[in-house]
């Protein structure tokens, strides 16, 4: 499973291990769209899984391959579909991998980390007794919740806002945005209040690159643990939990 | 007479032996095992067993903000959980952070194990690498060999930390993963 990297974007690669996988975003596809794992609703959610890959190609995201070989079983998958019931199965590509399969089993896993999640945690829910207390040497853990497919669809959303709008098409190159100065304004932001709402941190009238720059910034402060996403009655916000 | 004094001689020496066990486990870092105690005290295993099973039952007792806890195969004392907020406060410390990625390659690992790096990746159809070298720098997991397989890739298995820190005294107190098949309908009929 690794890189058949293909991306024209001129990003960094984002390598980020928050990311839980194409599994874990068919999952909460199948999920969201409320059927259950079997072959049929893997068809039905086709569409909008290649949606999400075609965006976090645009991310360069560093392990787009792993994507890129489920996308290619769903298509397969849906291929067989289409074909009328007394046609030759055998004219399809055998399948090289159990997609089904593959969701019963990771879906275990994924559920069994979850519970892992909720055990009494030394250095979070209880605390032993330093080796020297002047140092307050414990160790302090924190077990991240955040679901970070809900970032990556609200982002998705804005910038399908764009494609409606008509913008004449004049690229001004030069004018590319930076990484660190993005952080500095979204760090500059945070300064006055410690919560920012999601649009105004992404915001499609300051232009498709910028958008995308932003979610890579806030990935990492996320990552870093700068920054903390709530959700209030489904709005995503950013909590500042930098100094 | 005789009899009664003998009696208060034995108790004596009870209490003698539980206050060291007691120091002993209250200054250690870790997990200390009881045959670690038995051995330096010198003392049987069985007496050193049952003198700890007291005390813990004292501490429960007392009904402090201090318990000893089994884990990781030994003894240590610990904070109640209510008291979890504050002394987070108190410690002021940035915490070490385990995103959802790295929490699902560490229970792989820890059901698996010994697990190599694309037997992990198998089951979450993603490259694993960062987790991994993440879990690798917080000591949750190690190296315990390699596979006798082309390539011989490492073979990974949960630490001690690991045990201590997910409050579990053995591997084996893990819950089934079987247990996970229809975790979603347990938990809205909850």
Do not use: H
């Amino acid at each position: 499973m690794k890189d058949l990297n293909s991306s024209n974007s001129n990003f960094e690669k984002v390598k980020l291990d928050i990311f839980e996988g194409p599994l874990d975003l068919l999952l909460n596809l199948i999920k969201e769209n409320n059927l259950d794992i079997y072959e049929l609703s893997l068809t039905q959610i086709t569409e909008q899984y290649l949606e999400y890959v075609e965006l976090l190609k645009e991310f360069n995201f560093d392990d787009i391959g792993d994507y890129l070989v489920i996308a290619a079983e769903l298509a397969r998958l849906k291929s067989r579909s289409l074909l009328p019931d007394n046609e030759d199965e055998s004219m399809i590509d055998e399948p090289e991998i159990d997609l089904v399969e593959m969701l019963k089993e990771y879906k275990k896993y994924r559920a069994f980390s979850e519970n892992l999640r909720e055990r009494v945690l030394l250095g979070r829910d209880t605390f032993k007794r330093p080796t020297d207390l002047s140092l307050r040497s414990n160790t302090l853990w924190e077990v991240q919740k955040t679901d970070i497919w809900k970032l990556v669809t609200s982002v998705k959303k804005v910038l399908q806002l764009e494609n409606y709008k008509e913008i004449p098409d004049i690229e001004i190159e030069e004018d590319s945005i930076d990484q660190d100065q993005r952080r500095i304004s979204i760090i500059n932001n945070f300064k006055d209040r410690k919560i920012l709402k999601f649009n105004e941190i992404f915001n499609i009238k300051d232009g498709r690159e910028s958008v995308i720059v932003s979610f890579i910034v806030i990935l990492d402060m996320i990552k870093e643990g700068n920054v903390l996403v709530v959700e209030d009655e489904d709005q995503i916000q950013f909590e500042y939990k930098g100094s | 007479m005789k009899i009664k004094f003998n009696l208060n001689t034995r108790e004596a020496r009870m209490k003698n032996l539980k206050n060291k066990i007691e120091g002993i486990i209250f200054i250690s870092d870790t997990p200390v095992k009881s045959k670690e105690i038995a051995d330096f005290l010198n003392e049987d295993l069985i007496k050193v067993k049952n003198s700890i099973q007291e005390l813990i039952i004292e501490w429960e007792r007392k009904e402090g903000s201090i318990k000893i806890e089994e884990v990781a195969g030994g003894f240590q004392f610990r904070t109640k959980e209510e008291l979890k907020e504050m002394l987070t406060e108190y410690i002021n410390k940035k915490p070490y952070r385990l995103s959802r990625a790295g929490l699902e390659v560490l229970g792989i690992i820890a059901k698996k194990q010994p697990a190599t790096k694309i037997e992990v990746d198998k089951i979450r159809g993603v490259d694993s690498v960062g987790a991994i070298s993440v879990l690798i720098e917080r000591d949750l997991i190690k190296v315990v060999g390699e596979k006798e397989v082309p390539g011989r890739p490492f073979l990974y298995a949960t630490t001690d930390l690991f045990l201590e820190v997910f409050s579990l005294n053995t591997i084996k107190d893990l819950p089934e993963i079987g247990e996970f098949e229809d975790y979603e309908k347990v938990l809205k009929e909850e």
